[in-house]
């Protein structure tokens, strides 16, 4: 089936315009994207879901085609989300978080509310709430601004690598080789910003469950089972937030999950009706 697929940008709350691409056709829905992402890594997905869904992917603030806003603050990209679900979405849409973008879309659903929000659902947000690997430096968001604030692009990338990923140093000089390592040093100053979403649930403390006791919707989470292991174990004790939290385990997948084995299950959950 073929789908239409037109590009906007929208003004968010602060002047900021954030760029975005909408597929398909249907009820929306609303990709977001986790760190070094822009809305075109989301495509195949939101090709797949298209299908079904009129699909909106946009490039998080500064980010490809969206502007930014000094000083940079959590709540300004819930209200780009905001800007989305009220102008191409059509007034209501169901959120799709990857990664830290799951982490997002968990924090806007929850302070947005159910309405707007019409279903969530995120796959692996990177939550570290055990000891099977270490938390996230204390001093994690400040060494990534003034690593970027004194132009170390790629040692920004770098450390996001080592100290969030867990990649070896010596696989990542070997990245530092390849040729899409320029695209990720383009997207290194938002790297702390995606180090604020997160905040303090990479610590190995257990998950503040309350914060999200607002978030009445149906939730999905994902994961897979053949990643680092505090990746499952942070999906598992997500989903025991509520009646409405239903996890879902995607056997041999890991955090790069396939669009083709991950669509099926969200159109699903989203409600896909045969056309």
Request: charged share 20%; hydrophobic share 45%; glycine share 14%.
């Amino acid at each position: 089936m073929t789908t239409t697929t037109t590009t906007h940008k929208v003004v968010s709350a602060d002047g900021t315009a954030i760029a975005c691409t909408v597929r398909g056709t249907g009820p929306s829905v609303v990709l977001v994207g986790g760190a070094l992402m822009t809305g075109a890594e989301s495509a195949e997905l939101a090709g797949l879901l298209a299908e079904h869904f009129t699909v909106i992917t946009y490039d998080r603030r500064g980010r490809g085609g969206s502007g930014d806003t000094a000083p940079y603050e959590v709540a300004r990209e819930i209200e780009d989300l905001e800007a989305l679900i009220q102008g191409p979405a059509g007034g209501s849409a169901a959120l799709f978080g990857m990664s830290s973008g799951g982490a997002l879309a968990l924090e806007a659903t929850a302070r947005i509310g159910g309405g707007a929000v019409t279903r969530l659902a995120v796959y692996e947000p990177p939550f570290i709430t055990d000891d099977s690997r270490p938390p996230l430096p204390a001093d994690y968001v400040t060494r990534l601004t003034e690593l970027v604030g004194r132009g170390a692009y790629g040692d920004a990338v770098e450390y996001f690598m080592t100290a969030a990923v867990g990649v070896p140093e010596e696989v990542v000089a070997g990245m530092r080789q390849a040729p899409f390592w320029a695209g990720m040093e383009a997207l290194a100053p938002t790297l702390s910003y995606d180090g604020r979403v997160m905040g303090d649930i990479m610590s190995g403390r257990p998950l503040p469950l309350g914060r999200w006791a607002s978030v009445t919707v149906p939730v999905f989470v994902g994961s897979g089972d053949r990643g680092a292991p505090h990746i499952l174990t942070g999906a598992r004790e997500l989903a025991t937030a509520g009646d409405n939290f239903t996890l879902r385990v995607f056997p041999g997948e890991e955090h790069a999950i396939a669009p083709g084995v991950l669509a099926p299950a969200l159109a699903d959950f989203f409600g896909a009706k045969a056309r």
